[in-house]
């Protein structure tokens, strides 16, 4: 019964979490949720021990990497149509914050962090990138991430490397 509970409890904090991350929204709304039915201040700690645990070296090391050999990435490329993943931008709200407030107002006119994800044809994540302000445009995250460098470097040795993206 001890092990249903602590699944349960776990599984919750990181379905709370992802409903926060995914939706762009602030925590009240996602704690009044019919999904999730929890306060905002459960929210706010859940999503800073959810995160803070994905964060840790064992854990992110182990489940987010960019696939470091040739023969990983082509073994990608095999399954999903020569494409070794999907990238896009997404907002994540904030709280208006305090230094530089208006690089964090995004074209849709609030607060927010510009994170760049990028996965896998498996929804694994292969790179994410959460340091860029709102108003930073995607292509703009994109080009000045280190990421970019190095496919350009694998380009230059002789491989293709495609992700599909928007314009």
Known sequence: MLALNLYNFVGNNVLTTLGFLASGSYQTLVGQSVFHGVSQPTVSRVVRQVVEAMNRPEVFKKFLFFPRTREARDKIKQSYQELLGCIDGTHVALLKPKDNEE?????????????????????????????????THDSTVWNEHPLKNYIEQLYENGETVFFLGQS
């Open 103 to 135: 690089r964090y107002i995004n074209r849709k006119g609030y607060h927010s962090l510009n994170v760049m994800i990028i996965c896998d044809n498996n929804l694994n994540i292969l790179c994410v990138d959460p340091s860029n302000p709102g108003s």
